[in-house]
């Protein structure tokens, strides 16, 4: 059993990335005629792995926020879409997929759902919105026509009292 057998998956992925960039890095500085040190290929490859690493977090995170358990070419695309290039590259082997699937998907679950009946607590709900609303218009009316008086406080006084019974404010 050799060395590389008896490493952990995480070692044999870093290792792996370490021989790479080695063989990419030796390979440009050859093209470009420059050297480049055992130590600074080590930091390239760790600089590379924690990268490949936040990415390969950041894909998991798009794929669950659509609640796929699969990571597809969109995520990807949302990836690389601050690096314009990268991106048209990615469109050019990969066309982005039209929304029109999407939003008939939509209309078809729109269509077989039944309409959902209120509760008593949703109208009750309902009715002491727009009785708010009613009455705040009736301020706003009273304030623009410059009939701001002690009546207007008083109404104005009388509703957030009338809010104050409304609202549970305790904690369990």
């Known amino acids: 059993m050799t060395s590389f057998e008896q490493l952990s998956s995480t070692q044999k992925i870093r290792a792996a990335l370490h021989r790479d960039v080695r063989a990419i890095s ?3 500085c050859h093209f470009l005629g420059l050297e480049i040190s055992k130590p600074a290929m080590e930091i390239i490859a ?4 924690k990268k490949l690493s936040i990415y390969g977090v950041d894909l998991e995170a798009f794929a ?4 796929r358990s699969t990571i597809n070419t969109e995520d990807v695309k949302l990836l690389v879409r601050r690096c314009p290039s990268l991106k048209t590259h990615l469109n050019a082997i990969a066309p982005t997929v039209s929304v029109t699937k999407e939003k008939k998907r939509k209309t078809i679950t729109a269509a077989v759902r039944q309409p959902e009946t209120p509760t008593p607590k949703a109208k009750e709900a309902e009715i002491q919105t727009s009785n708010q609303k009613e009455s705040e218009l009736q301020i706003s009316k009273q304030i623009d026509s410059g009939a701001h008086t002690a009546t207007a406080k008083q109404d104005v006084q009388k509703e ?8 549970d404010l305790t904690f369990d």
């Open 64 to 67: 669950k926020h659509g609640k």
């Open 26 to 28: 030796k390979e440009t």
């Open 46 to 49: 760790e600089l590379v792995y």
């Open 160 to 167: 957030d009292e009338s809010m104050d019974d409304l609202i």
